[in-house]
């Protein structure tokens, strides 16, 4: 599973590419930013995103894109431009028919850490460990991408955990014709 | 000039086109709204906004679109679902090089009544007076985006007499050659 995680921002739009699978290792294969010059308008600075994140589903080709979330403790400012340049990310991933999810931060903390309110040394920490990483990637909107990244697949592991659970625990198919003629 | 106004939203996003000039009357070209089913993914409600966009676009070609910019008393979901919607038809807009401008609910009031208070009966009414219109378009989200581009080009009237004040006041080119020479 190679997964796409995008931290947005019109300033700085954090993109990290993982692939793994459920109980397997992740490896990083791309993170890095995309710019926007703050003096520029926004229909450029939209421009741009939209570019960077054609230019990044080109090369990496990711099966699924996950995007964070905001939450309310920010101010409207700060979320219009976050929702905008996530509204481009996700429309970009639409138009290729790919799968798009959003995680909190908390969650995503949670994912990698084991607690929601972990600090960002932490997370940091967990992330390049997780990812046999001596450094976390810089600036921070990148790491930001590659956390997300690794939340949504994690997140997979443990659905497909909770999947094969209730296969195990279902009735045998014979008993399960069965059960479902009586009630009918 | 020909301007698109777009009162932004995932669930009804209105659009509005007015033709007018500065000190000319005005004229309503088409109004209407498009709407996302509330239980589609962000991806496919965004991609309808987009497609619904580009149609308008190319069926009547404005030289400007104009979209309503939220203000912090409203809460953060709707905040980010109309960022998301506006980013999209700024996005649109950018692709062609179209020039982007954004009004508040207050600035489109103050341009339509006088008054940046007035209530949404009173710009309905001056909205449908100013535009010639027995009845004010529904839902109100298309009124609202036909007050934007209303809105945009008397700015842009305001905006046409000031650079005329501003010719007037300037020297004569041959004063004006002297005067440059007098600080060189």
Chains 1, 2 share one sequence.
Not at 95 to 108: C, M
Request: net charge positive; aromatic share 4%; charged share 20%.
């Amino acid at each position: 599973m190679r997964v796409l995680g995008v931290a947005p921002g019109l300033t700085r739009c954090g993109l990290g590419v993982v692939d793994g699978a459920p109980g397997r290792p992740l490896t990083v294969t791309s993170a890095g930013v995309l710019r926007t010059p703050a003096d520029a308008d926004i229909g450029h600075r939209l421009l741009l995103i939209e570019r960077g994140i054609e230019r990044w589903l080109d090369e990496y080709q990711p099966g699924a894109v996950v995007v964070e979330r905001l939450f309310s403790r920010y101010n409207v400012r700060t979320v219009m431009d976050t929702a905008q340049a996530s509204a481009v990310a996700i429309l970009c991933a639409a138009r290729r028919g790919l799968p798009v999810t959003w995680h909190t931060s908390s969650e995503v903390k949670a994912a990698v850490t084991g607690s929601g309110g972990a600090g960002k040394a932490q997370v940091g920490a967990m992330v390049a460990r997780l990812l046999r990483l001596d450094a976390l990637p810089k600036p921070a909107d990148a790491a930001d991408a590659l956390a997300l990244a690794i939340c949504h697949i994690w997140r997979a592991q443990a659905l497909n955990r909770l999947q094969q659970a209730h296969a195990a625990a279902r009735p045998a198919p014979a008993l399960a014709r069965l059960w479902k003629g009586a009630i009918r």
